[in-house]
């Protein structure tokens, strides 16, 4: 194994994990001399019982929960962020807490940029580096069905980038209660995107072990449980493993560069209204064979993430690639049903696929628009490279 | 993979890796509003030249670094005493930061006196226990010189309070350095005694946590890989010093492993381990390396099919598909203990492969075997025993000791095995 | 935005677990007290841990606790529940109502407890081994082989307590916590 020259690795949050673990916060905000959280929960996940699960969870504590706002929509706006800012200052909180994926975390870093600079303009923040200390407490609580973004340091609002270390979730709280309620659809196409960022860490030349160690138990937590979580019944240890995936994968791929099904899935998503899940699932495959195809190196503990220790010694050396592809095809089959296994199957037009590669080749200055549009070609048909 | 009912897991350090990192260190100073650093190392490293390696790179362009002050006197074994003197030197310098360059005592010392500066005070020893220390520390950088002890990303400080003779434990997620920085320079020229020492100091890490009640996906996948780096270039490195992929690579598997126990927590090793380093002062690594397979074969009876697992990033694919799937936990222990009877060739000596071998600067015996009743009773105030699979009472340990003390593979049969196995799924 | 409909929330307490704690601490405080009297390897422990010495197992911020220490004649006591007041030398504080549900019904072990976490040590902490070893043995005593098994890592063998001693030791024992003591 051969170490990168240069690399740098960063995760801010802590992770807590399992049984019980909402009721450990109390004694981690503490830890950060807080007593008075702000919690922000997204609209979807307010329908069910998730909220007041939260706030039994805190009973018997010193905690006063300032306010909790469950209306947060699928996007993140000015607006409502500058009115949360202003809730919380009349309320005199000192941390905030958010429950829910995607929209809402954005949100959450939105109302703690403006509370902790104690400010009203928000866009001032906006771009890369700009915050020059660190914010209030940020707690995290996802669901089964989160983007990874949301443990990295990026948050995107109204279309404006914000990007800081200091963006960073505080502690990232994976409890089998708040993720086991979404549907079997949202969760798969989820853990497509999380498999998809953490794959690519393997097919990218430089290496950066603490990087691989978050992709490779990601890996190896959706390959083990995908196929449980789906299953009507929702099993709460299979759905709290993928939630654990789609964290560790954010946490990989925040370290990361977009690797070429990230870029590609998420310029079809744009073009074609698809969700990125499905996109990144049907591409994925495709995306590795054509780098093998051009003798890009592709590491092969990659069938080690995916097999375990005994399917991968006992393969040659020069099969486990090709190895990992085959399962990695048949597991994205196992989910015909809730994800569609080409682009024909969903009618995408061919003037849309030329479009997402020239957005993808525009976004991402290591892809080809020619290699871009091979590749959607093979995935539309479902052939092989 | 296995599956904990709960876990934690927290590596809050920014970890910067490169064969030219350290030209970092201004920006990174730059960027925790810090601008005059106090560095506090020992007399090796800066006799062997490291220091100045540092400070230069701390003048690069554009930099507004300027020194606050060099302390290297710290002592083989961090103290109370050195930690005040140098917490009134920091504020006597107004120094705003520390770096610190070095090894196991050096770290544990700049944490001691980061406690001190940030939280105010003059008595450590106010700080001690678990729930002392609730805000953020002082910006910190950690600069290891061996590979090592991963102390750069621990949250513990273990600091001797020489008056009473006894250990303080000071343990704080505010404890973690912000920034851990891996220069191949920085162990370039370590000699060959130490690199075997600290490699398999940092190979017991990552083995103690894979097979340790706290475990979980975070800490196994950073111990695999942590002991597949230091099993491939371990050896390497020691017979080719300069080669310094390797010596970069060793590094990246000592922080792996520090990341992975620092969550995961360790066992009989270090519990054994720790009594040795008190009663005869025996430095951590080589306790380590000669305690490891014992530990493995201690808890075999419930931890095998991990042991078992640990075959293939110790020795490879191949060895692990060529071997029997029963065979492969006793495979691993035999792998370990060939790699201690490699190293104690390739240092002339010097590794030593069981207790009794253990020699100081004038070849007497550290460790004679009347003393193995002491350090099997010291043992029995380890905390490290809580998160061993197996229980670990005074008749066990000493049982262990003695054959660590002759260098005989344990007898299994003559283990004591406890009802439950958490570690089974 | 209307603010009042989002308003304050002051979670509130867990009655029953509560309870249930409070009475599961007095029985194993009482029951240390009387073991210490009962059993040698709990009269030992204690006089390693020295007179004056005292440590409380609590829940924070707001209990239940239990409190136990060694008085001045020497004799272990159980010393209540209410740690105001009292110089205490070891803290075990479990952090929250849950944890300690999940240790006092034998959900999780202690040993497992402290690998999740679940508790904070404030004070000695080779005192906590002690005292760990203290608390798995009265449990071996209060409760059937079944829930102790789960709660101990290492069951004693009959050679170590044999069955006669154990049982004995056990009618001692709850004659002590539900009587004078």
């Known amino acids: ?385 | 993979m296995f599956r904990p009912k709960y876990y934690e897991f927290c590596a809050r350090v920014k970890i910067i890796s490169g064969h030219r990192a350290l030209e970092k260190i201004p920006e990174i100073l730059a960027k925790l509003n810090a601008k005059k650093p106090l560095i506090i190392t020992d007399k090796g490293v800066s006799k062997a030249g490291l220091i100045k390696v540092v400070t230069g790179a701390m003048k690069g362009n554009k930099s507004e670094v300027k020194v606050g002050f060099i302390a290297d006197n710290v002592p083989p074994d961090s103290s109370v005493k050195i930690v005040n003197e140098l917490a009134q030197v920091y504020r006597k310098k107004g120094c705003d930061s520390i770096v610190v360059v070095g090894g196991g005592s050096p770290m544990d010392t700049a944490k001691g006196v980061n406690i001190l500066v940030s939280l105010g005070g003059d008595d450590l020893l106010n700080y001690k226990g678990t729930g002392a220390i609730t805000k953020k520390l002082n910006p910190m950088i950690a600069i290891p010189t061996t590979s090592g002890t991963g102390s750069e990303v621990t949250l513990v400080a273990v600091i001797t309070d020489m008056d009473r003779s006894i250990k303080l434990l000071f343990v704080s997620y505010f404890l973690l350095p912000d920034v851990a920085i891996l220069d191949s320079r920085m162990t370039e020229t370590l000699p060959k005694f130490i690199t075997a020492a600290t490699g398999m100091d940092a190979i017991t890490h990552a083995c103690e946590a894979y097979t340790c009640l706290a475990k979980n996906p975070l800490s196994d996948s950073t111990a695999f890989f942590a002991i597949q780096l230091i099993s491939q270039h371990l050896l390497n490195v020691v017979k080719n010093p300069g080669d310094i992929n390797g010596r970069l690579a060793l590094s990246n598997g000592a922080i792996l492993a520090g990341m992975s126990f620092s969550n995961s927590m360790v066992g009989l090793v270090h519990n054994l381990g720790h009594a040795i380093g008190a009663v005869c002062h025996v430095p951590h690594g080589s306790c380590m390396s000669i305690l490891l397979p014992y530990g493995l074969e201690y808890n075999l009876h419930k931890t095998s099919p991990l042991t078992a697992e640990m075959l293939l990033p110790l020795a490879g694919a191949k060895v692990y598909a060529d071997t029997p799937k029963k065979e492969r936990a006793e495979k691993a222990i035999k792998y370990i203990r060939q790699m201690n009877d490699d190293l104690y060739v390739a240092t002339g000596g010097r590794h030593a492969r069981c207790l009794n071998e253990i020699l100081d600067k004038d070849n007497k015996q550290m460790v004679p075997r009347d003393t193995l009743s002491a350090i099997a009773e010291v043992s029995t105030l380890d905390g490290a025993k809580i998160y061993n699979p197996e229980e670990v009472t005074y008749d066990d340990a000493l049982m262990v000791l003695e054959y660590a003390w002759e260098g005989k593979p344990l007898e299994l049969s003559k283990v004591k095995k406890g009802g439950k196995n958490y570690l089974r799924q | 935005m209307n603010y009042n409909v989002y308003p304050e929330i002051k979670p509130g307490k867990k009655f029953f677990k509560r309870i249930y704690i409070s009475i599961m601490m007095w029985v194993v405080g009482r029951g240390i007290q009387a073991a210490a009297r009962v059993d040698k390897v709990v009269k030992a422990e204690f006089l390693k841990l020295g007179d004056d010495f005292s440590f409380s197992l609590g829940v924070v911020p707001d209990g239940p606790f239990m409190i136990v220490g060694t008085n001045k004649k020497g004799k272990v006591k159980y010393m209540g529940w209410n740690p105001e007041g009292k110089q205490i030398s070891l803290k075990l504080c479990i952090k929250n109502i849950e944890a300690a549900f999940l240790v006092f019904s034998f959900q999780e072990s202690t040993a497992i407890a402290f690998a999740h976490n679940r508790f904070i040590v404030d004070g000695d902490l080779p005192a906590s081994l002690s005292i760990v070893k203290v608390l798995d043995r009265v449990e071996i005593y209060l409760l059937p082989k079944f829930f102790a098994s789960m709660a101990v890592k290492r069951y004693p063998k009959w050679s170590e307590l044999p069955p006669l001693r154990k049982y004995i030791g056990r009618v001692l024992i709850y004659l002590r916590v539900f009587t004078i003591g």
Request: proline residues 4%; glycine residues 6%; contains cysteine.
């Open chain 1, 1 to 385: 194994m051969h170490i990168a020259a240069y690399y740098e690795f960063f995760i801010q949050a802590k992770i807590i994990s399992g049984n019980k673990a909402m009721e450990q916060l109390p004694v981690e905000l503490d830890s950060y001399n807080s007593r008075k959280p702000f919690a922000i929960m997204s609209k979807k996940i307010a329908k069910s019982a998730s909220g007041k699960k939260f706030i039994k969870a805190l009973y018997d504590s010193n905690v006063i929960i300032g306010a909790m706002y469950d209306n947060v929509p699928d996007y993140a706006s000015i607006s409502m962020i500058k009115e949360l800012a202003v809730l919380f200052r009349n309320r005199g909180c000192d941390s905030i807490i958010v429950i829910g994926d995607g929209a809402v975390m954005d949100v959450g870093r939105g109302v703690n940029i403006l509370v902790s600079q104690k400010d009203d303009d928000l866009l001032k923040y906006a771009g890369k580096n700009i915050l020059k200390k660190s914010l209030k407490p940020l707690i995290y609580i996802p669901t089964s069905t989160s983007t990874g973004y949301e443990s990295s340091n990026l948050a995107i609002i109204e279309a404006r980038e914000f990007s800081s270390d200091f963006l960073y979730p505080d502690i990232i709280c994976i409890d089998p209660r708040i993720t086991v309620k979404n549907c079997s659809q949202c969760v798969a196409e989820s853990a497509m995107v999380a498999l998809t960022h953490s794959i690519e860490i393997f097919a990218v030349p430089v290496i950066n072990p603490v990087t691989d160690s978050y992709a490779l138990a990601s890996i190896q937590y959706i390959y083990e449980n995908l196929e449980k979580a789906v299953k009507r019944s929702g099993n709460k240890e299979a759905r709290l493993a993928i939630a654990n995936a789609e964290v560790m994968a954010g946490i990989a791929f925040s370290n990361s560069t977009a690797g070429m099904a990230h870029s590609l899935g998420v310029a079809m998503a744009d073009s074609t209204g698809l969700s990125q899940g499905v996109c990144m699932g049907i591409l994925l495959p495709y995306c590795l064979e054509f780098m093998l195809y051009k003798k890009n190196t592709i590491r092969d503990i990659l069938l080690f993430a995916i097999a375990g220790h005994d399917v991968y010694s006992e393969t040659p050396e020069d099969e486990r690639i090709q190895k990992s592809f085959n399962m990695l095809h048949r597991f994205h089959q196992n989910f015909k049903k809730l994800l569609p296994q080409t682009f024909e199957q969903v009618n995408v037009p061919e003037y849309k696929m030329t479009e997402a590669a020239l957005r993808a080749a525009g976004s991402n200055k290591k892809l080809m628009i020619d290699d871009c549009l091979i590749v959607l070609e093979h995935a539309y048909h479902g052939k092989p490279i």
